[in-house]
């Protein structure tokens, strides 16, 4: 069955420190990839997605995330986080065409001012 | 403005007495699902729907229903609910064009099962 695992469950940065959230998943075939965040009491956004094309993609908020096909992973990036960025960070897998997401188990990001 | 709304945000209730979460988004989506929260866990898959009296299991469907009798609307019901279904639900929407698209996500019901 397809899965999606996320290495890091919590982690805490001071401010202007560099992120890198790990998410690797488990399908052979094609794959679109999202990473959505989660305020503090708000609900999922999209932080970016990877349909096809270049690997690198960027999304709101200086966020970025490489897909590398050969490791199955698609890690998210930022060079230097602000306390706002303090929130849940899920990556999610929809395999083929469906409208199934399926999530990694998320990590929450707490960024010391 | 386009989104997905759900009601209520907060429920608290008790065991056995049966609720309705509504949901309902208005981009004319033939996709809808609903998503437990838990932590640790992630979002997991409860029921989802291609369109129109097209329902579907998910990951977890055991202890809810739902029905889809309207594109826009897909309300998730609880017959008989226990505490360990205590959870966030998410609902969400997308559409079914020839390629993948992106979900949207209500802004999620806080149910507690006492």
């Known amino acids: 069955a397809q899965s999606v695992s996320q290495h890091n469950h919590h982690v805490i940065l001071s401010e202007a420190a560099s992120l890198e959230l790990g998410c690797n998943y488990s399908y052979g075939g094609t794959v679109n990839l999202f990473w959505y965040v989660q305020y503090p009491g708000q609900h999922l956004q999209l932080l970016l997605k990877y349909f096809s094309g270049d690997p690198l993609v960027k999304g709101i908020k200086g966020f970025e995330a490489e897909f590398i096909k050969s490791k199955f992973s698609f890690n998210l990036r930022k060079p230097s986080v602000q306390w706002s960025d303090t929130a849940e960070y899920f990556c999610a897998v929809n395999v083929g065409n469906t409208g199934k997401l399926i999530f990694g188990q998320g990590t929450t990001l707490q960024v010391k001012p | ?114």
């Open chain 2, 1 to 114: 403005e386009a989104q997905v709304t759900q009601n209520p945000r907060y429920l608290i209730t008790v065991t056995g007495k049966k609720l309705t979460v509504t949901c309902s988004q208005n981009m004319n989506h033939e996709y809808m699902s609903w998503y437990r929260q838990d932590p640790g866990l992630g979002l997991r898959q409860i029921y989802y729907s291609m369109n129109v009296e097209v329902t579907d299991k998910g990951d977890v469907p055991e202890g809810y229903k739902v029905s889809r009798k309207e594109k826009r609307n897909f309300p998730l019901i609880l017959e008989s609910p226990s505490p360990n279904q205590t959870s966030l639900y998410f609902c969400a929407s997308r559409a079914l064009r020839g390629g993948a698209d992106t979900q949207y996500f209500g802004p999620g019901t806080r149910l507690t099962v006492l």
